[in-house]
């Protein structure tokens, strides 16, 4: 390879990929005391201060779904990683391991992160994936902790992202680092930040109106660092009015992790199963969340009216 040139770096064999799982920094990992010292301040603050940002059994659901979500990742770590160096085999423009690269990777890995979220709030199946961390009604740090457990479906979306060539380390620590500056995202004691950052980032200001559920802040600041993607795309509102969170119908057993990450499943299976036709069938599957909301809604006032009708 001649002096200089960052393209065309050598494939990673296989006995590389076991040494590259075994060596790949855990970020995340690391990052798990102080996550939850700040948890834990931000829980007194809370307390102390007559704050209404927890309640106790969406506290233990988060921390158990974060748990489960480790555990998930932790299992899955190998197979990601061979996606990953098996993309970066197939391409020529294979680049090598150098941090600057890190930036360009973090910008395209952004975009597709807006795009991987903004489909999952508008296709139902993809939802079911993502309605975990819009389900609890407090905002505070513990959402951070609500990762769907089956989340990793949705590695399809940053493929092109492995297209560009980029080395698997720098993929995976872009991977991490981006979780993470979303933690912080995630709290009602960071308020408006300066106009230029608010302009720029996704900060705790611009996420809290992609947790609302009113409708002037549904399917909105789908960003997950820069929020000039939201901008672009039309996607964009700013944080005006005091954000009511959670879904437009709220869960119960929220103490529960089976029931916060399969309860969308749950339904969608059960709709099918009542569906009169594919057409149907395929709407309740793949539709957007807020049509099947709308859907159903219609179903059962038809149903109330027809029993009236029987008792008149």
């Known amino acids: 390879m001649p002096e200089g040139t960052i393209f065309g770096a050598p494939e990673i064999s296989n006995e590389q990929i076991v040494e590259l799982s075994k060596t790949a920094p855990n970020l995340i990992v690391w990052a798990v005391p102080v996550m939850l010292l700040l948890t834990g301040l931000e829980m007194w603050f809370s307390h102390h201060n007559d704050h209404d940002h927890y309640s106790k059994d969406e506290t233990i659901g988060s921390t158990l779904v974060g748990l489960g979500s480790l555990v998930v990742s932790a299992a899955l770590k190998f197979g990601l990683i061979y996606l990953t160096v098996l993309v970066y085999n197939l391409v020529p423009w294979r680049m090598e391991l150098n941090w600057w690269t890190l930036i360009p990777c973090y910008i395209i890995y952004d975009l597709a992160s807006y795009w991987a979220h903004r489909v999952s709030h508008e296709s139902r199946l993809f939802w079911a994936t993502h309605v975990v ?166 179903a059962a006032h038809e149903a109330q009216q027809r029993e009236l009708e029987v008792y008149s």
């Open 133 to 298: 961390h819009h389900s609890a009604e407090h905002y505070n740090l513990t959402v951070s902790y609500r990762l769907s457990w089956i989340q990793h479906i949705k590695v399809i979306f940053f493929m092109p992202v492995m297209l560009f060539g980029f080395h698997p380390v720098i993929f995976f620590v872009t991977n991490q680092l981006a979780t993470l500056f979303q933690f912080l995202q995630h709290t009602e004691y960071i308020r408006r930040l300066h106009p230029v950052l608010e302009y720029i980032f996704a900060t705790p200001s611009n996420h809290r109106v992609h947790h609302g559920s009113q409708e002037k802040y549904i399917d909105k600041n789908f960003g997950a660092t820069f929020i000039f993607w939201d901008r672009i795309f039309n996607t964009y509102t700013p944080e005006e009015e005091q954000v009511i969170y959670g879904i437009t119908t709220n869960i119960d057993k929220k103490a529960n992790p089976l029931h916060i990450n399969f309860h969308e499943l749950n339904d969608i299976v059960s709709d099918v199963r009542q569906s009169k036709n594919l057409k149907e069938a395929w709407m309740y599957t793949f539709g957007s969340p807020i049509t099947v909301y709308n859907l159903k809604i219609k």
